[in-house]
């Protein structure tokens, strides 16, 4: 209706162009409610589709019932690129949604373009977690609501562990080797790493970086006073899992990591997997016996640090008609009672200090290591900003096929991540 409120205003004189301003602002006013009077709150969100249902509905439905004077219409995208083709657009042509999921990328390129409202003032904001504020500021203004702070890491299957002799999940790198080995001898596939995106091979090097990869090194790197020549013990132990014939990394350049790793682990023959903890749910409903670690790259005899991410967060559009909706909405989800179905979907942890984290067998210790500052954040507001991470996966690949030696390969990764 603005738009058709603009083509008037071009082509009319002096008193269609007043009249036509006060048809505007009707519409706009009639447009923010419904034939009830409710007002009309639209929300996007890649969370809460099909394939990632995450509990969102019963969110959705508990905000409905607790805001009866307000219309939520929230509307599922799939995610990554079909999500940001969809949604650019209408927030530079100030028609989008009133509040938007986005993550740390999205919300620093969306942020720079000001289609993003500051929510400094709300009452949670003073009670995100220190490690997980600086993903959801951009220029000093905080942009968006945490919703999680989800694992990146290994999936073990138990059962099949004990079955080879494995009474604990492995937690340093000799010892994981030795689980593949015994794996291995007895007929079982040693470790699923579906990699056709190159997505998981990128998140195998970042989970082995963050148990081999020096203290400071991001900072020290932002800076331009480190090189990726640290990360080749990463490198160099996904190219020992080739070698020594746990992964056909060439075969698993054409197994996708989005449906085809999953049906392949929840089949209960594969000892591991890498994938993020919101995975857990459908392994729990195939029966698979699992527990959720991180990369086990550290050396002999010492503990692994997991990798997490600053996942999913809630933005209000700037342009927004109906800010106070907008703004109850992401206070509804800030919630610990209302949010904890969520965490509890994606395995993941509270993003506030005085959150909630379900309770999670499969995850204790994880968690526990992460509340201990035993873990590290993928930098993606730093030197992985934008494309890095894809990029990261692709010349892995690379690597994987032949293409590229170690040293070539952590040659390019210091020009990639130093031009974003």
Request: hydrophobic share 45%.
């Amino acid at each position: 209706m603005r738009k058709h409120a603009r083509a008037r205003m071009m082509t009319a004189g002096v008193t269609g162009l007043l009249v036509s301003l006060v048809l505007a602002g009707c519409s706009a006013a009639e447009s923010t409610t419904n034939e009830d009077g409710q007002t009309i709150l639209k929300v996007y969100g890649w969370k809460g589709t099909e394939g990632e249902p995450a509990n969102v509905a019963e969110i959705n439905a508990a905000f409905e019932k607790a805001y009866p004077e307000i219309e939520l219409v929230f509307e599922a995208l799939p995610a990554n690129e079909p999500y940001s083709q969809r949604v650019q657009p209408e927030l530079l042509a100030g028609d989008s949604a009133d509040v938007v999921m986005v993550d740390s990328n999205l919300l620093a390129n969306w942020g720079e373009s000001g289609y993003l409202a500051d929510l400094s003032d709300r009452e949670w904001a003073d009670t995100i977690t220190n490690s997980l504020r600086p993903f959801a500021e951009h220029d000093g203004e905080l942009l968006a609501m945490p919703m999680e702070a989800v694992g990146v890491g290994m999936f073990a299957n138990t059962e099949l562990l004990a079955q080879v002799g494995i009474a604990e999940t492995p937690s340093d790198w000799p010892a994981f080797l030795d689980a593949l080995q015994a794996l291995q001898d007895a007929g079982h596939t040693p470790i699923a790493l579906p990699n056709r995106n190159g997505w998981t091979g990128s998140i195998a090097f970042l989970g082995a970086g963050a148990s081999v990869v020096p203290e400071g090194w991001d900072a020290d790197f932002f800076a331009g006073d480190a090189t990726f020549e640290d990360w080749r013990p990463a490198v160099e132990q996904l190219v020992e899992l080739g070698e020594r014939g746990y992964v056909d990394w060439r075969t698993e350049l054409g197994v996708d990591e989005w449906s085809d790793g999953l049906n392949q682990y929840t089949q209960g023959d594969t000892g591991f997997w890498v994938q993020g903890s919101w995975n857990l749910a459908p392994v729990r409903e195939a029966g698979v016996p699992t527990e959720f670690v991180a990369w086990p790259g550290a050396a002999a005899g010492e503990s692994s640090k997991g990798l997490v991410f600053a996942g999913t967060m809630w933005a209000m559009n700037a342009a927004t008609e109906v800010e106070d909706a907008a703004q109850k909405y992401i206070d509804f989800w800030a919630q610990p009672e209302n949010l904890k179905p969520f965490l509890e979907a994606e395995s993941a942890v509270s993003p506030f200090v005085d959150g909630e984290t379900p309770a999670n067998e499969d995850t204790a210790a994880f968690v526990a290591a992460y509340e201990a500052g035993d873990a590290r954040f993928m930098q993606t507001n730093t030197w992985m900003a934008g494309d890095v991470q894809t990029q990261i996966g692709s010349r892995l690949q690379a690597l994987f096929l032949g293409d590229l030696t170690v040293d070539e390969l952590l040659d390019e990764l210091d020009s990639i991540a130093r031009t974003e």
